[in-house]
C-alpha cells in the first residue's frame, strides 16, 4: 500500500487533524483505519485517484463494507470519516464536490441504555469499609451517581474543582464544555470521608481520586473497582461507570419528568440524546400497567 497513489492526500489529510484540528491520537486513528480500509476497497475496484470517486462509488463501498460484516454503526463510522476527508479535498482544490454527501448509512437500531434500579443502587452504595480504598471507591460510586459523570469527568476531577460547602462538582465535559453540578448530599459525606484519608497516598498533584501510587486514578481502574463492587454487593448485572450514568439520568427523569433539567445535568449537547430516557421511562410505566390494568392482562376476554 506504500506506493498508493491514494495515500498521499490521506497522509496530508491526516497531517491536517493532527497539527490545524489537533485531534486525539484515538481520533486519528479511528480515521487513519476507516481511510486504510477504503483505500484498499478502491484499489479491487481499480480506482487510483480520489477524483474519479463520485456518488456511485461512494455507494459501491457502503455495499462492499456491509458485505464485509460491518455493523451500521461502524459503517456510519466509515462513512463520516470518508465524508470529513472529501470536505478537506474540496477546501484544498482537489475535487469540485464532495461525493459522499448525499450518501447515507443504514440506521443502526436503537439499543436502549441498560440501568440498575433504585434498590441495586442502594446496595452497591452500601460499602461501610474503613479501608481507605473502600472509602475512595464509595466516594467514585457516589459522586458518579450522585452527578451523572461521564467516566471521563470523573477521573479528571481535581480538588479544586470541588465546593463541598455548597455540594457542587465543576466538571469540563465534551467538546470543552464546563458545567457546574450539585453532587448530592451523601456523595459530599463521602468525598468528605475520602479526602480525610487522601494524603496517606501521597498525592503526586491535585487529582481529587488517586491509585496507590498517588497518582490519578485512570479510567480501567475506575472500571475495575467498579465491577468488583458490583460483584462483592451481590448485583447480578455487571457494573460499569457508564451504567450508574445511565441510572442517574433514568432515576431523575422518572422522578421528575423535567427532561430539560436532566439534559443540563447530563452535559448533552442535543435534546434528542436525553430522550432515549423517556423509552426507558415509558418502558417502566408500560410494564407497571400491563401488570395492574384489568383490561391489559394477557388471556383475559
Known amino acids: 500500500m506504500s506506493d498508493n497513489p491514494l495515500r498521499p492526500p490521506v497522509q496530508a489529510f491526516l497531517r491536517h487533524l493532527k497539527v490545524e484540528r489537533q ?42 463494507s456491509r458485505r464485509g460484516g460491518l455493523q451500521a454503526a461502524s459503517l456510519a463510522l466509515r462513512l463520516s470519516a470518508l465524508r470529513s476527508f472529501f470536505d478537506w479535498l474540496v477546501s484544498q482544490g482537489a475535487l469540485s464536490a464532495n461525493p459522499a454527501k448525499g ?27 474503613n479501608d481507605p480504598l473502600a472509602v475512595r471507591d464509595r466516594a467514585m460510586l457516589e459522586v458518579m451517581y450522585g452527578a451523572g459523570l461521564r467516566l471521563s469527568e470523573l477521573v ?19 467538546g470543552s464544555k464546563e458545567r457546574r453540578l450539585p453532587v448530592g448530599r451523601t456523595a459530599v459525606i463521602w468525598t468528605e470521608r475520602w479526602l480525610g484519608l487522601r494524603e496517606l497516598f501521597g498525592p503526586a498533584d491535585d487529582a481529587l481520586f488517586l491509585a496507590k501510587t498517588g497518582r490519578r486514578i485512570s479510567a480501567r481502574n475506575v472500571q475495575k473497582r467498579f465491577a468488583e463492587w458490583g460483584i462483592l454487593q451481590g448485583l ?52 407497571v400497567y400491563d401488570a395492574a390494568h384489568p383490561r391489559a392482562k394477557r388471556g383475559k376476554s
Not at 447515507?104 to 469499609?129: C, E
Not at 479528571?156 to 465534551?174: F, I, P, Q, R
Request: proline content about 4%; aromatic content about 4%.
Open 23 to 64: 485531534l486525539s491520537p484515538l481520533t486519528l486513528e479511528n480515521y487513519r483505519r476507516q481511510l486504510d480500509m477504503l483505500m484498499a476497497m478502491l484499489a479491487e475496484m481499480k480506482i487510483s485517484d480520489w477524483a474519479r470517486c463520485d456518488a456511485q462509488t461512494v455507494r459501491a463501498l457502503v455495499v462492499r
Open 103 to 129: 450518501v447515507r448509512a443504514p440506521k443502526a437500531p436503537r439499543h436502549l441504555p441498560k440501568n440498575i434500579d433504585v434498590d441495586d443502587v442502594s446496595r452497591l452504595l452500601d460499602i461501610d469499609i
Open 156 to 174: 479528571n476531577l481535581d480538588c479544586k474543582h470541588l465546593d463541598l460547602a455548597s455540594g457542587e462538582a465543576w466538571v469540563m465535559g465534551k
Open 236 to 287: 447480578n448485572s455487571h457494573v460499569h461507570p457508564h451504567k450508574l450514568r445511565h441510572s442517574f439520568a433514568t432515576h431523575m427523569l422518572e422522578s421528575s419528568g423535567d427532561l430539560r433539567a436532566v439534559q443540563e445535568l447530563l452535559g448533552h449537547a442535543n435534546l434528542s440524546t436525553t430522550q432515549i430516557y423517556t423509552h426507558l421511562d415509558f418502558q417502566h410505566l408500560a410494564s
